[in-house]
């Protein structure tokens, strides 16, 4: 007889969820107060001269059947979340938190119900979208010397399919107010800037510095093929960055960030399917 699997007590019921939630918060809130790293929350106008990165993300995006709904609420939410980031100043040895400057996503801070991707389910909840905030903030860090120190994924599968994507698919961000944050921290001795602001289609984003990097980064996607195995269609791929100086063109470092086997969740039948294993 097959052992039934046993509930975690955040599974029992949507009180014991709220509980578990509640818990979560608070020890992040005790772990931010001892936290001895200097968080960034100064802001200036004036922007830095150096543009070191910009990229924009479209921000009503074909994705399934979701509720179009969903997709203009999420634009609301990123109107609102945005100029609590935008402009802050990340100087040298501070971090960045997402989630301590854009705090918590309320009805009465004017959020509505977008979508949302817990445990690999698609839901909904106040303030659903700020991922997109963050992966869009992500994708530009990636470009810079940086450190990420948080930052969690929608490990293990392919929820949607592609429909104009421009960054590669496994650099996505997964958040939750505020136990899973976003987090990076400075330790170079430049200044950074980071600005955000919306337009109606697209949310946009730059990473400016004081001075010029003598570096450049390049995210570069290999070995991409969908493969059939016992439980399904899956995607596979890999992700690497690479550093190369300026001045000579040189490659400085290769670094693989992350290798990707996600569960393909949606029709199967047009994907060109290069490897089985069943």
Same mark, same amino acid.
């Given at each position: 007889?097959?052992?039934?699997?046993? *509930?975690?007590?955040?599974?029992?019921? @949507?009180?014991?969820? =709220?509980?578990?939630?509640? =818990?979560?918060?608070?020890?992040?809130?005790?772990?931010?107060?001892?936290?001895?790293?200097?968080?960034?929350?100064?802001?200036?106008?004036?922007?830095?001269?150096v543009?070191? /990165?910009?990229? =924009?993300s $479209?921000?009503?995006?074909?994705?399934?059947?979701?509720?179009?709904?969903? +997709?203009?609420?999420?634009?609301?939410?990123?109107?609102?979340?945005?100029?609590k980031?935008?402009?802050?100043? !990340?100087?040298?040895?501070?971090?960045?938190?997402?989630?301590?400057?854009?705090?918590?996503?309320?009805?009465? *801070?004017?959020?509505?119900?977008?979508?949302?991707?817990?445990?690999?389910?698609?839901?909904?909840?106040?303030?659903?979208? &700020?991922? +997109?905030? #963050?992966?869009?903030?992500?994708? &530009?860090?990636?470009?810079? @010397? &940086? +450190?990420?120190?948080?930052?969690?994924?929608?490990?293990?599968l392919?929820?949607? @399919?592609?429909?104009?994507?421009?960054?590669p698919?496994?650099?996505?961000?997964?958040?939750m107010?505020?136990?899973?944050?976003?987090?990076?921290?400075?330790p170079?001795? /430049?200044?950074?800037?980071?600005?955000?602001?919306?337009?109606?289609?697209?949310?946009?984003?730059?990473?400016?510095?004081?001075?010029?990097?003598?570096? *450049?980064?390049? !995210?570069?996607?290999?070995?991409?093929?969908?493969?059939?195995?016992?439980?399904g269609?899956?995607?596979?791929?890999?992700?690497?960055?690479?550093?190369?100086?300026k =001045?000579?063109?040189?490659?400085?470092?290769?670094? $693989?960030?992350?290798?990707?086997?996600?569960?393909?969740?949606?029709?199967?039948? *047009?994907?060109?399917? #290069?490897?089985r294993?069943?």
């Amino acid at each position: 007889m097959m052992e039934r699997k046993r *509930k975690l007590f955040c599974e029992i019921s @949507p009180f014991t969820y =709220k509980l578990s939630l509640l =818990k979560c918060r608070v020890i992040r809130h005790v772990f931010n107060l001892t936290c001895l790293k200097k968080f960034a929350t100064t802001k200036s106008n004036e922007r830095l001269p150096v543009l070191v /990165y910009r990229h =924009k993300s $479209l921000i009503r995006r074909k994705l399934g059947n979701v509720d179009v709904q969903l +997709q203009n609420n999420k634009a609301a939410n990123l109107n609102i979340a945005a100029p609590k980031v935008s402009n802050v100043m !990340i100087r040298p040895g501070e971090c960045f938190s997402f989630w301590k400057l854009v705090g918590s996503c309320t009805v009465k *801070k004017g959020y509505k119900e977008g979508l949302t991707i817990s445990n690999g389910q698609l839901g909904k909840d106040i303030g659903g979208g &700020m991922c +997109q905030f #963050t992966n869009l903030i992500h994708w &530009m860090v990636l470009h810079t @010397p &940086m +450190q990420i120190v948080e930052h969690h994924h929608h490990d293990g599968l392919d929820l949607f @399919p592609d429909y104009g994507r421009q960054i590669p698919f496994g650099v996505g961000t997964s958040i939750m107010y505020n136990y899973l944050d976003y987090r990076f921290i400075n330790p170079t001795e /430049y200044v950074f800037q980071l600005i955000v602001y919306t337009t109606s289609e697209y949310l946009c984003g730059e990473l400016r510095a004081d001075r010029e990097l003598p570096y *450049k980064y390049h !995210i570069k996607l290999t070995d991409e093929f969908f493969s059939e195995e016992a439980d399904g269609i899956f995607r596979n791929n890999c992700i690497y960055r690479e550093c190369y100086d300026k =001045k000579t063109g040189g490659l400085i470092t290769k670094e $693989l960030l992350k290798r990707n086997h996600a569960k393909v969740m949606y029709d199967t039948s *047009k994907l060109s399917v #290069t490897e089985r294993t069943v």
